[in-house]
């Protein structure tokens, strides 16, 4: 079965320092996002990508951060500077349609730890 | 802004039991409703979606249902198994891209 694949799986990073998350949709979808879920917290909307530019944002996803899809299949998340509450799970995600009408199919999830 | 919670935080049942998870949201103008599965150290699994046109969605031993005048989501489990232990979320979808998930149910299966 068709799966939205993320690397690395865990990420250390020094304060101030850049990451990149990678994540590779399933091939047939077109809406991308990304949320990312605090240890013992809800998870939260960050982005979501359609037709190669965002189409909503939350207040979370400011100007520190960035996404991309540099090439066919590849869906990246750039985080500029890193801070200590940016620590999180980060998962990716991708629909065929807009979730209004299909499931949304996540990834395992990248841990961010910024020390 | 759109709340979303899920009642009990945690539930403990012996294997075999049937169980009701429940979630309820303060923004009736729902676009659609999901139930996700999330497992330690992976993602989430949507296990249902349900429109806000449906009252109710059935899937093997799960179903889920909706009922947007009192703002609930009720997500049934059928004789339960040690491997459905995990946590569950409920997401809400308005008019806007985002899911709003609520904190989810910790589900504890006991052999």
């Known amino acids: 079965e068709p799966e939205v694949t993320q690397t690395p799986s865990h990420q250390v990073t020094q304060m101030g320092q850049e990451v990149i998350l990678r994540c590779v949709p399933i091939?047939?979808?077109?809406?991308f996002y990304w949320y990312r879920q605090i240890l013992g917290q809800k998870v939260e909307f960050l982005v979501s990508?359609?037709?190669?530019?965002?189409?909503?944002k939350s207040e979370i996803f400011d100007d520190q951060f960035s996404v991309e899809r540099p090439d066919g299949s590849n869906f990246t998340l750039k985080i500029r500077s890193t801070k200590l509450e940016d620590s999180a799970m980060y998962f990716c995600?991708?629909?065929?349609?807009?979730?209004?009408?299909?499931?949304?199919?996540f990834g395992s999830g990248t841990q961010l730890s910024v020390l | 802004k759109q709340e979303v919670t899920q009642i009990p935080a945690a539930l403990s049942v012996p294997e075999g039991e049937n169980l009701v998870l429940n979630c309820s949201f303060t923004?009736?103008?729902?676009?659609?409703l999901q139930w996700f599965r999330q497992d330690p150290g992976k993602g989430l699994t949507s296990l249902l979606l349900?429109?806000?046109?449906?009252r109710e969605q059935t899937s093997g031993r799960l179903n889920a249902s909706l009922d947007k005048s009192s703002g609930r989501s009720t997500l049934y489990i059928a004789a339960s198994q040690p491997g459905d232990s995990a946590t569950y979320l409920c997401?809400?979808?308005?008019?806007?891209?985002?899911?709003?998930f609520g904190k989810g149910t910790k589900l504890t299966v006991n052999p």
């Open positions: 995600a991708s629909s065929v349609q807009r979730t209004g009408g299909e499931k949304l199919f």
């Open positions: 091939s047939n979808h077109l809406y």
């Open positions: 990508f359609y037709n190669n530019e965002i189409s909503e």
């Open positions: 923004d009736s103008a729902i676009y659609n």
């Open positions: 349900i429109q806000s046109s449906q």
């Open positions: 997401a809400w979808r308005g008019g806007s891209e985002k899911l709003v």
